[in-house]
Nanobody, 120 residues
Framework: QVQLVESGGGSVQSGESLRLSCVAS????????MNWYRQTPGKQRELVAS???????HYTDSVKSRFTISRDTSKNTLYLQMNSLKPEDTAVYYC??????????????WGKGTLVTVSS
């Protein structure tokens, strides 16, 4: 069973930075894509940033130019560098990976999340 373990969350002041890490128990290049989601109480989980197996990245508008998704395939680790943090970035951040089984089906893996708290 694939495991994803996040780390790097914490409490910071507005304008500061954090880097989240997600270590996978397997070769991350087997995943079609890897993503960072976030969720606050009472709200749906939101896709923040994604990276395909080819390295193509995508960001939600609210974090563009502030967040950077990257990976180290030698460490099977996905990162999310978060700069210029704002109070509205406060959330539990989840690592997600998708693995294609065939043309139709795919498996989804989730980490347990890491809490990021940004105070003004």
């Amino acid at each position: 069973q694939v495991q994803l373990v996040e780390s790097g969350g914490g409490s910071v002041q507005s304008g500061e930075s954090l880097r989240l890490s997600c270590v996978a128990s397997t070769n991350i290049l087997m995943f079609t894509n890897m993503n960072w989601y976030r969720q606050t109480p009472g709200k749906q989980r939101e896709l923040v940033a994604s990276m395909t197996s080819f390295g193509t990245t995508h960001y939600t508008d609210s974090v563009k130019s502030r967040f950077t998704i990257s990976r180290d395939t030698s460490k099977n680790t996905l990162y999310l560098q978060m700069n210029s943090l704002k109070p509205e970035d406060t959330a539990v951040y989840y690592c997600h990976a998708e693995e294609d089984e065939d043309m139709i089906n795919s498996k989804h893996y989730w980490g347990k999340g890491t809490l990021v708290t940004v105070s003004s």
